[in-house]
């Protein structure tokens, strides 16, 4: 395994120049990530891209609501993302794989470490969020619960504070990360790939259908987002679902 | 015993043992057109299971995918009838073709599908006998789902043929059209007392047919006979819908045991409450597992495993799941038994690559039930189950209940079924 601080150094110098440069400095970036990310298990890079607001300027993380869950879609247009600030530093956390080895998934990113991507679509049996239902939802911690994104389908639970560890349910493993790189100077951040299991090719073939009909074919479904719009739950999904569980 | 004794002793074997002697050889082979033994002998991977149902279709589906060995299922029916959604077909929300899936995707992934009936196990030598002949197994898995008691309801199994229940693939199809062509009067559905399959199941009916009813202004009222004294599972939720949704188009009675029926009088008779006529009625009688279950000496009503693993008491050999297994606490549920096999493929896998039975992790199902209540809204109720270790016992470490219907839970519950569905049937 790498050296995580000489990574994330590395790319924090990179997310700066990205963000300055403009088109041209991310496939710099993309060179400089796929040295240094080959040796992470379990990580699949996509095109290194900035988390941005509603209005398509850059994000700013202290921005984001505590508890209040956000999506944003990537690698593709289809595969929407939770984005949560916790309200609590977190640390790096060992997940187990489907196969039996692990990944470490590194933490909260932030100026608090609090803030967490976590895909919202359940590895279980592919149930996602979209504008007409939002089949998995957040749920801020209780006595019962610490964090946790919920799968109403089937119920699985993991948990949103250990990377998406499976809590709960008949979940085979954790909900995959995204895999974002804080820049310090600008509050923002860098969306560059997958950690844990990449169960997406999976999620497009089983909801395939679904897919055709949102996109028109699984071609344009697969197409990858260059616009990583964060907008909150409620305003994403015209359905914001809970299954409380006890 | 040893090979021939066995097919000495079953019903084919008579002509199978001729075909294994020198005289007979060509006249059974003629006679039957197949080899006595399917497919040769099992060379230590070889998993054969009894059942293409919720258990067994996921114990197939996960083997292929895991790889390592030689999946055989034994499945008397072409394809697949989901009981599970199937009162949405009764009641004509959905189409027969919602609930209808094929074998092609395990087929094509290597599943050797044997569409026969099964009709004997002999443990001690391996051989589960087809009505097309024998085969081997190194491990066996045994899920075939529940048979009715008929003999439960006085003159119930002379006319069970004319009555179908509706609880197993295809009689949907014969109990649908008794429906289409019922034009109002009196209807009954009778519940047993449990363990039957699918708690819920028969509740969710009498919500969906009397919506049937209320939609297509059939002048009918159904009478709900209800062996237990309130309904099994979500009952304030079903209750609910029933008083209402559809007042005088259902009459929920509790504690009606129903004893017997006349069919040629048109009348029920219960225990304590005396007789009910009817115009149409869906006779629930009580359930026990699949006849093979009893036959391979597993058990009289239902089939214990050996806990926290889902072998058979006293075989490491055979895996048991799904319906028939009497002493875990679950319900008898389509996700229960989807649950299950993806555990029994993941031990199994783990047999298959030499491990023991207790080096394999531990693990109990965990069951969402989504019922619906009328054409868009559902209710649900979920439980989680653990094993826990210092009592040796089976616990529900978690459980929800959502009794409010909404059209988001009828979203929840289709999707449900797209998910499990999908794992069973779907491409991986």
């Known amino acids: 395994m790498m050296e995580r601080r000489s990574f994330l150094a590395s790319l924090g110098r990179a997310v700066s120049l990205s963000l300055v440069f403009g088109s041209s400095a991310p496939q710099l970036l993309n060179r400089a990530l796929a040295q240094d990310t080959e040796e992470l298990e379990a990580f699949s890079a996509f095109e290194a891209l900035p988390l941005l607001n509603a209005e398509g300027e850059v994000l700013r993380l202290s921005g984001l609501e505590p508890h209040t869950p956000y999506i944003f879609h990537y690698p593709y247009v289809s595969t929407p993302n939770f984005l949560i600030n916790l309200d609590q530093s977190l640390e790096a956390v060992e997940i187990p794989l489907a196969d039996g080895k692990s990944y470490l998934w590194p933490g909260g990113i932030g100026k608090d470490k609090s803030i967490v991507a976590l895909s919202a679509i359940c590895p279980h049996a592919y149930s996602f969020v979209s504008e007409k239902s939002g089949i998995l939802n957040y749920a801020a911690p209780n006595d019962l619960h610490g964090p946790l994104i919920s799968c109403c389908a089937h119920v699985s639970r993991f948990d949103a504070a250990q990377g998406g560890k499976v809590s709960a349910g008949p979940s085979p493993f954790a909900l995959a990360a995204v895999h974002l790189v804080y820049d310090e100077a600008e509050d923002s951040a860098l969306a560059v790939g997958i950690l844990g299991q990449n169960y997406l090719d999976n999620f497009l073939q089983a909801q395939r259908d679904v897919l055709k009909e949102n996109f028109g074919s699984l071609g344009k479904a697969k197409v990858a987002n260059d616009m990583l719009n964060v907008v909150s739950y409620e305003s994403y999904t015209a359905l914001p679902l809970s299954c409380p569980i006890s | ?428």
């Open chain 2, 1 to 428: 015993m040893d090979r021939r004794d066995f097919l000495k002793k079953s019903a084919k074997g008579a002509a199978l043992a001729a075909a294994s002697s020198s005289l007979g050889f060509s006249f059974a082979q003629a006679w039957y057109g197949k080899s006595p033994n399917l497919l040769g002998e099992a060379k230590g991977n070889r998993v054969v299971i009894i059942g293409g149902g919720w258990g067994g279709t996921t114990v197939a589906r996960q083997l292929l995918r895991s790889g390592g060995a030689e999946v055989v299922m034994i499945e008397q029916n072409p394809f697949f009838i989901s009981c599970p959604m199937s009162n949405l077909y009764l009641a004509g929300v959905k189409p027969l073709d919602f609930i209808t899936f094929e074998y092609s995707e395990a087929i094509s992934e290597g599943m050797i599908f044997i569409n026969e009936r099964a009709l004997e196990i002999d443990r001690d030598s391996k051989v589960v006998a087809t009505s097309a002949g024998n085969v081997s197994y190194d491990y066996l898995v045994l899920s075939p789902g529940i048979d009715y008691m008929n003999e439960s309801i006085e003159g119930f199994d002379e006319v069970a043929h004319l009555m179908p229940v509706g609880f197993k693939p295809f009689e949907h199809i014969a109990l649908r059209r008794k429906i289409e062509n019922f034009e109002g009067g009196d209807f009954i559905i009778s519940i047993p007392k449990p363990p039957y399959r699918c708690p819920p199941g028969p509740y969710e009916r009498v919500a969906m047919l009397a919506w049937y009813l209320k939609e297509n202004l059939i002048p009918g009222k159904i009478t709900v006979l209800d062996a237990n004294n309130n309904p099994l599972a979500k009952a304030n939720g079903f209750l609910a819908a029933y008083d209402e949704l559809y007042g005088d188009y259902v009459e929920y009675i509790p504690n009606a045991d129903v004893i017997g029926v006349d069919y040629a009088a048109k009348t029920v008779k219960t225990a304590d409450l005396g007789d009910f006529s009817f115009d149409l009625a869906n006779i629930i009688p009580q359930m026990k597992a699949g006849g093979i279950v009893q036959q391979a000496g597993l058990g009289e009503r239902w089939a214990n495993i050996a806990l926290p693993y889902f072998t058979a008491e006293g075989d490491d050999s055979v895996y048991l799941l799904g319906d028939i297994v009497g002493n875990l606490p679950v319900p008898k549920s389509g996700m229960i038994a989807n649950s299950e096999g993806h555990i029994v493929a993941k031990q199994l896998a783990d047999r298959i690559a030499g491990k023991t039975k207790e080096e394999s992790a531990i693990e109990m199902p965990s069951n969402i039930c989504y019922s619906f209540v009328n054409e868009d809204e559902g209710i649900w109720v979920s439980a989680d189950y653990g094993w826990n270790v210092g009592e040796s016992k089976v616990d529900r470490t978690a459980s929800g209940l959502d009794e409010a219907r909404t059209a988001a839970n009828g979203i929840l519950a289709i999707e449900w079924a797209r998910g499990l569905w999908g794992d069973m049937f779907g491409k991986s």
